[in-house]
């Protein structure tokens, strides 16, 4: 038979006693550990460069990266002259040492011509000073051909991160990248050169070729003849792109104009 033990009121008494003891107990020890304060540090914001903006009036810029050779200056400043447009030159500053008479030239013709660093590192990969110290390079060899400093700067390889970003506007400049790669660095057939540009532009696009690509300056007057009867405007990029206090940056790196 089983027994049971029944406690009395004072026994009950007693036990909650005892309850309430290790309750304040364990909470006396518990308050007494160290608190880890967790430190919330808010994800840095990614910057990005302008590859594009949001306008919708039918305009698009052309874009030149020179760093190879120059043989084609000519060829490329007779086709804008013949179709009546403007476009971006960004330029090495190692290659304005080799070639300031075609610097001159394409100054000389109209186009802007732009910083493409002075000897086309990896910028992500050098410090802070090295970065200014390209950046000014550059800008100082253009400057003094053509008497204009240029005010805008297209990474080498493309190659950016936030310390980059910041490089380039602490020297007062905007960060150029494109939104539509003609890939001419590829050496693609004209015809395959043409189908991608026309098939994919829209309007607010910056639009990547490279001098001294092989089929670069076949492929042009079809793109160009394209666009105008599809009735694009050619501005260069400075033209094109809004004043950082105009507008905000989406996630494709696309300006969007503020309203209002």
Known sequence: ???YTIIGRKGVALLAAVVLATV?????AITAIPRLTAVSSPAQKRL?????????????SLTFDAAWGAEDTDTLIGIFEKYGIKVTFFVVGDWVDRFPDEVKKLHDAGHEVMNHSNSHPYMS???AAERAAELDACNDKIEAIT?????????????YDNNVIRSVEDAGMTCIQW??????????????MVERITSRVRSGDIVL???????????LPAIIEFLQKEGYTFLKVSDMIYAPDECTI???GRQCKIKG
């Open 24 to 28: 304040v107990a364990l909470t006396a």
């Open 125 to 127: 990969k050098i410090s």
């Open 250 to 252: 989406n996630h494709e």
């Open 1 to 3: 038979m089983k027994r």
């Open 179 to 192: 939104s539509l790669d003609s890939l001419d660095w590829k050496d693609p057939t004209p015809q395959a």
């Open 48 to 60: 990005l460069p302008v590859y594009g903006t949001d306008r919708e009036d039918k305009v698009v």
């Open 147 to 159: 008497g204009v400093r240029p005010t805008l700067f297209r990474p080498p390889y493309g190659d």
């Open 209 to 219: 070729f490279h001098n001294a690509a092989k089929n670069t300056p076949a492929a």
